[in-house]
């Protein structure tokens, strides 16, 4: 009996979760409630508040359904430490890329992330998520680049972590113009061409 009690809080965890990201998506962050959220899962505020404590608790268990994979991605690329540096940096770039375009739920969390949240009230602790967020993943990228300069595989002008700050801000806003329109470019073709111009520019001889 525990077990099937289980099973089903997490179902309903999931329904909300389902549902938050609908709502979000339909009416911004700012403009949603946990009641609107209870109402569209046909769920009580109740309910809400027995798998989260408040908004900002829900809107980080909603990322973290989609951020996970990619941070298990990352850490497993970053453990292959026989692969040349800027392959692990091309690749998790592109795998980034490829959940946008393959994986629905994860286009859907990035657009309300990047275009339907206001960091303001009870959402101002998402802008320390979000920053802690951005800078473990700048971090690694120049830690790998840290390791190619040391290789020679860069030119030896190049300082590690301004190329992980271009290299991010690239995949950013491919990712932010991509999800306003998916039909304007092919987001997999144009991150591929754009992080290799990237890339090469970092490596190329003069």
């Known amino acids: ?18 549902t938050a990201e609908a709502v979000f998506s339909e009416r911004g962050v700012s403009r949603t409630s946990l009641n609107e959220i209870a109402r569209s899962a046909g769920l009580t505020r109740g309910a809400i508040y027995w ?3 408040n908004k900002a608790d829900l809107f980080e268990a909603m990322m973290q359904r989609v951020f996970l994979p990619m941070e298990e991605f990352a ?3 970053a453990q292959a430490t026989e692969a040349n540096p800027l392959d692990r940096i091309r ?7 490829d959940m946008m375009v393959n994986e629905e739920r994860a286009r859907r969390v990035f657009e309300i992330v990047m275009h339907k949240m206001e960091l303001v009230d009870d959402m101002l602790p998402m802008r320390d998520r979000h920053l802690h967020g951005r800078n473990e993943c700048i971090g ?11 290789r020679n595989l860069l030119k030896s002008h190049v300082k590690p972590h301004e190329a992980a700050i271009g290299l991010h801000a690239i995949l950013d ?6 999800v306003l329109e998916p039909a304007a470019f092919d987001l997999q073709a144009q991150a591929r061409f754009t992080i290799d111009a990237f890339l090469a520019g970092l490596t190329s001889q003069p």
């Open 1 to 18: 009996m525990a077990r099937k009690t289980r099973e089903e809080a997490l179902e309903t965890r999931n329904l909300i979760l389902d």
């Open 51 to 53: 798998h989260f404590k």
């Open 75 to 77: 850490q497993e690329s």
């Open 91 to 97: 690749n998790t770039a592109l795998q980034v890329a």
């Open 140 to 150: 690694k990228v120049e830690s790998d680049f840290q390791v190619a300069l040391s």
């Open 173 to 178: 806003g491919l990712i932010a113009n991509w």
